[in-house]
């Protein structure tokens, strides 16, 4: 489980919805996946920021798939209920329009606009299977401190395989993409480890393969 909490990064999620909007303008859908969630708290703050840039109506067509290989932070995210003390460092104007008192004294729940927009799935990244493709945005951050090299290598595969063209990745700011993954990927912008899929060129070898009809 990793360690997370509100409006975490908020410079890397705010670049990478800068970057990802102008992209997605006139979609029917944008799909994010935020891949080992931790607690939900990222995946809610995305849909926050999200809210604060589109209208409803486009706001509905938001889909975030907050994936945890944790069955218990799963529930967590799922009843979206958080003590105060874990919400103190969202900003005044979120807090008020985003959060509502969940009945029990000291407790708040992620209204239900926000709640809609993020999917909970049971998912181990290990499994080198993403949850969804044609990805417009993946989310991905403590949780690669704890693979090894290998492991992550794979992952950056799989990610690159799950997203559409030019879809985005942002990781952790001290998470450097591993170089063997380096052409799967190219850095946006120097500010934080946001990337833009590549398409990957075949060999010479295996265009001639497929040329004369081999595989």
């Known amino acids: 489980m990793a360690f997370t909490f509100f409006f975490r990064d908020l410079g890397s999620l705010e670049l990478a919805i800068s970057h990802l909007l102008p992209q997605a303008a006139g979609r029917s859908r944008i799909r994010i996946w935020d891949a080992g969630c931790a607690m939900g708290q990222e995946p809610f703050t995305l849909a926050m920021l999200l809210a604060e840039q589109l209208s409803p109506m486009m706001f509905r067509n938001v889909e975030i798939i907050a994936s945890d290989y944790d069955e218990g932070v799963i529930k967590v995210l799922d009843n979206a209920v958080y003590p105060y003390e874990q919400l103190q460092r969202i ?24 709640r809609k927009a993020v999917r909970s799935v049971l998912h181990d990244l290990l499994s080198f299977t993403p949850v969804i493709d044609r990805l417009s945005l993946i989310v991905c951050k403590n949780v690669l401190l704890h693979f090894n090299q290998a492991e992550r290598i794979k992952v950056f595969n799989m990610f690159h395989d799950a997203l559409e063209p030019q879809g985005l990745l942002v990781t952790e700011h001290t998470q450097k993409l591993p170089p063997e993954a380096g052409h799967l990927f190219s850095q946006v912008t120097t500010q934080c480890q946001l990337f833009c899929r590549t398409e990957v060129q075949l060999s010479i070898q295996a265009s001639n393969a497929i040329t004369d009809g081999r595989t």
């Open 91 to 114: 900003p005044e104007l979120y807090f008020k329009r985003y959060l509502e008192p969940s009945g029990t004294e000291g407790e708040y729940r992620v209204v239900a606009p926000i």
